[in-house]
């Protein structure tokens, strides 16, 4: 193996690999690289070990380390020997390594976690992590060595979806497997990353006790409301006041200090001044409290000062593995019966329900909640965020996935997330449930460029993920209503019935514009009379409810439609509770039916209810453009889910996409050496490197060469065949003439000495290196473009190509991009009103998708403008490309807290 045994050879590592990171069972761990400082820590953690596990480490009993193992352990090179360790409550609980054999791409692992602290996936984590570390040095291939009675050890390389082979040799297990990424090992680790994700949010919404730290004895006070909220809500676990003063509390007498808490509190609540919080949250960590809401204000919403100190609050956390919801937050509400926890300053507690709901900025959030509740929509959990400075959308979604009395989610998000991860947990959260958003350009505002940019990427991000985007508070809870009571809608089909033939016009307008399919009515019984195709179906004023109901009755049970939208005006002007009636049953006894209603001229709630609750409501609008547009949401989030659902994505190349990895490796090695280059800094690539980096990943180029002269330009063309295509090295592409460094279809070599001097004329020492190329007479010009930002943000624009491209006349995706996101992203571009057949499109799909799963797969910044690209189906050409290449990205991909 390679060997850096001394200290000369410490190395400083990437700062991206020293991370934070939530656990199995949702506690916060540090994880990064071993350094030389870590000798003591090193020493202790070996003595607390067991004899037996030890053993296994080592094959040999090793009850201290030597002088020497402690320096050959601690101090590695970071590129052939790495080495990471775990971090919690400042002591090592687990170290895991690589050591590279030399002259090989294959390296050896090794792992040893704490004896207290098996089971909570730590050794999965640090085997991404080596991973990781590995691919970025080059490594395609981990070894490991075991006993055979080492299960927990050979399970963790088992159940990491990597193709294991094993052998049994002299009495050990030789372990191999390829680290290159296979689709079963990226899904299993977005399924660990999940999983844990919800586990950390379990402790704030699922508590089994309460501190409430600051509860003073004013009413008023925000510690005093908050604690007098859990008491009337009935908390169902213990609720420990703390203030300073030890006096009663809501007829409860409070705990001095924070120290008197019992060892098991799950949750603290603290709303103590802004300059005391870092103290509590120290203190809440030295008594094992699991996650912390902290409601004070003080912190980066009031200025530099504040984000000092949330920073430092954020630090303190995470040293003890809590999760922090907070600052500045309203707090959280939990419904479910067997916790009634109101941890919140609202007033209000909304009926149980269904929908989960996450707001931020605490006047919003608390409207929110009064809303809810004065619509009678039920709400599972209700959880207002804050500044978000650590518990993300992200975490939230992947708790309500899990969640069983969650049956959708609405969304109201102000600040930032993480998008690539936003990205993964919004799409696994709608294939579950329906995920409606308010605003979604906002979890990509600190990535912006303009707000044009934002609002792009923010429509390409929801395309993908399946997530409903509104465009108004008042549109979130339209459809949050719907879907509180009623079905998604299993398609498009839709019957509008009223008796109001102005109102049923304005529906059926509607319905046209949300994208709703009115089906003629054909055949349908109603009334003992059979029915004309019309759809909206007018009974006008002289129809009774009778009559009302029995046409309601025969359209659920034709089995025609998805969807139901009643219309009714009573001829009185008065309500009338058997129209109601009507309604109600016809739901109830046809729960695959969306029905929804407009009542006119009536004082008619926002609800239908039956009197005894038992049998699913529907929800009443004041127009029926507000129930149709709804509707027309639900059918389209359908829509999406039986195409996702029932999509077939290819298996990725991930050995092309390694070649490609390979290849920019070398070539930066090349151009810029071992100090690489700063952020902000790019390398163009030449045709020549073009070619290649594409060629690996099955992008073709149309044939080209790169001349110097006009003879060298004459024997190209021979090359390649006439006619040609001139380009001088520097041109306008949306333009065809010499001036503009293009010319098409030249014909000869005479044609081409020809243009060659009229460019030459136009544009000068510009003109070279020229390319002479293959003429592609026919075919669609497109342009594709690729963004890879140093954050780790990613973007791809489709529009038309060549003079046909417009500034922003394109469609955005982002990366990660599935072939179905790929597909969705050409079908909405302007190149799908040009290729009109699909079948025609497939070759641009999978262009886009290939340049995607490129820039995915490079872990540098990274631009590529491809432009134009040439399809005439079933080919597809690159005539022209310009790629740069970044410095390495600022995110280690691996599980990591954002």
Request: charge should be negative.
């Amino acid at each position: 193996m390679d060997s850096a045994d001394g200290q000369d050879d410490q190395r400083a590592y990437p700062p991206s690999w020293s991370t934070d990171v939530v656990l199995s069972d949702g506690q916060t761990v540090q994880v990064r690289p071993i350094t030389a400082d870590d000798a003591e820590g090193l020493r202790r953690f070996h003595a607390r070990q067991s004899p037996e596990s030890i053993y296994f480490r080592y094959f040999s009993p090793r009850p201290v380390l030597s002088e020497r193992d402690i320096e050959h352990f601690t101090n590695v090179d970071h590129d052939s020997r790495v080495a990471f360790v775990v971090i919690s409550e400042e002591e090592i609980i687990a170290v895991a390594r690589y050591e590279k054999y030399t002259g090989t791409n294959v390296a050896e692992v090794a792992f040893f976690v704490d004896d207290a602290h098996h089971g909570r996936g730590i050794a999965t984590l640090l085997l991404e992590y080596l991973v990781a570390a590995a691919r970025e040095r080059g490594i395609t291939r981990f070894t490991a060595t075991t006993l055979p009675n080492n299960t927990k050890m050979l399970s963790v390389f088992s159940g990491a979806g990597y193709d294991i082979t094993s052998n049994f040799d002299s009495g050990v297990i030789e372990v191999g497997f390829d680290i290159r990424p296979t689709d079963a090992s990226v899904a299993a680790m977005a399924r660990r990353e999940r999983r844990a994700q919800a586990a950390s949010v379990r402790s704030l919404l699922m508590p089994r006790s309460i501190a409430v730290i600051g509860a003073g004895r004013n009413r008023g006070s925000i510690g005093a409301e908050v604690y007098l909220n859990l008491l009337n809500g009935d908390f169902k676990g213990p609720v420990y006041p703390v203030n300073r003063s030890g006096l009663t509390v809501g007829g409860e007498p409070a705990l001095v200090s924070t120290d008197e808490l019992p060892d098991d509190t799950d949750l603290a609540v603290i709303a103590t001044p802004a300059a005391e919080v870092l103290s509590d949250v120290e203190k809440c960590g030295r008594k094992g409290v699991k996650a912390l809401v902290i409601v004070s204000a003080g912190f980066s919403e009031s200025g530099l000062e504040g984000a000092q100190r949330e920073a430092e609050v954020l630090e303190m956390a995470r040293t003890h593995g809590m999760r922090i919801l907070g600052p500045n937050c309203l707090g959280i509400l939990n419904t479910d019966p067997s916790v009634s926890m109101d941890a919140s300053l609202s007033s209000v507690m909304p009926p149980a329900g269904s929908v989960a709901v996450l707001s931020e900025t605490g006047t919003l959030a608390a409207a929110m909640v009064e809303h809810a509740a004065r619509l009678g929509m039920g709400v599972s959990t209700f959880v207002a965020a804050g500044n978000r400075l650590d518990v993300s959308a992200s975490d939230l979604l992947s708790y309500w996935i899990e969640d069983d009395r969650t049956g959708s989610v609405l969304l109201s998000l102000t600040g930032q997330d993480s998008v690539p991860r936003f990205v993964r947990a919004a799409r696994s959260a709608s294939l579950a449930k329906p995920i409606v958003a308010l605003n979604p350009s906002s979890v990509m505002r600190r990535h912006r460029k303009s707000i044009g940019d934002v609002e792009r990427r923010a429509k390409a991000m929801f395309r993908q993920t399946g997530v409903i985007s509104v465009g108004s508070l008042s549109q979130l809870f339209d459809v949050g209503r719907v879907l509180a009571e009623q079905p998604v809608p299993a398609g498009p089909r839709v019957a509008v019935v009223g008796n109001s033939d102005g109102a049923l016009m304005l529906a059926a307008a509607a319905c046209r514009g949300a994208g709703l399919d009115l089906v003629p009515l054909t055949g349908i019984e109603t009334s003992g009379k059979t029915a004309n195709s019309e759809n909206p179906l007018n009974l006008t004023y002289q129809a009774t409810v009778q009559e009302l109901a029995e046409s309601m009755q025969a359209i659920a049970r034709s089995g025609k439609v998805d969807s139901l939208v009643v219309v009714y005006t009573p001829p009185t002007l008065e309500a009338d509770p058997t129209v109601n009636e009507a309604i109600l049953k016809v739901s109830a006894e046809h729960p695959e039916l969306t029905v929804v209603a407009t009542m006119f001229g009536t004082a008619t709630s926002s609800l239908l209810r039956s009197p005894n609750g038992e049998s699913a409501g529907v929800p009443v609008f004041a127009f029926p453009e507000d129930a149709v547009q709804v509707l027309g949401r639900l059918a389209a989030y359908k829509n999406w889910l039986v195409s996702a659902e029932h999509d077939q994505p290819a298996e990725a190349d991930h050995v092309a996409m390694d070649g490609a990895r390979e290849l920019l490796v070398s070539i930066m090695d090349e151009r810029v050496g071992e100090t690489g280059l700063s952020s902000g800094e790019f390398v163009d690539l030449d045709a020549d490197l073009q070619n290649e980096l594409l060629d690996r990943v099955g992008i073709a180029m149309a044939e080209r060469r790169v001349v110097a002269d006009v003879e060298e330009a004459v024997r190209a063309a021979d090359e390649i065949g006439w006619p040609v295509v001139l380009k001088a090295a520097v041109r306008d592409r949306t333009t065809r003439s010499a001036a503009s460094g293009v010319t098409l279809d030249i014909a000869d070599a005479d044609h081409l000495r020809m243009v060659w001097g009229h460019m030459v004329g136009a544009i000068g020492d510009r003109m070279v290196p020229a390319v002479v190329q293959r003429f592609l007479p026919n075919g669609i010009d497109i342009a594709v473009s690729v963004v890879r930002e140093p954050t780790g943000v990613g973007t791809i624009s489709v529009g038309l190509g060549g003079p046909a491209r417009i500034a922003g006349d394109s469609e955005m995706g982002v990366i990660p991009l599935s072939l179905a996101d790929a597909s969705s992203l050409v079908a909405a571009s302007p190149v799908a009103k040009v290729l009109t057949d699909p079948l025609d499109r497939v070759p641009v799909v999978g262009l886009v998708h290939a340049l995607a799963s490129l820039a995915e797969s490079l872990d540098v910044a990274l631009e590529i403008d491809a432009d134009p690209v040439i399809t005439a189906s079933p080919q597809i050409l690159v005539a022209d490309v310009d790629i740069r290449v970044g410095a390495a990205l600022d995110d280690f991909t691996v599980r990591r807290i954002d």
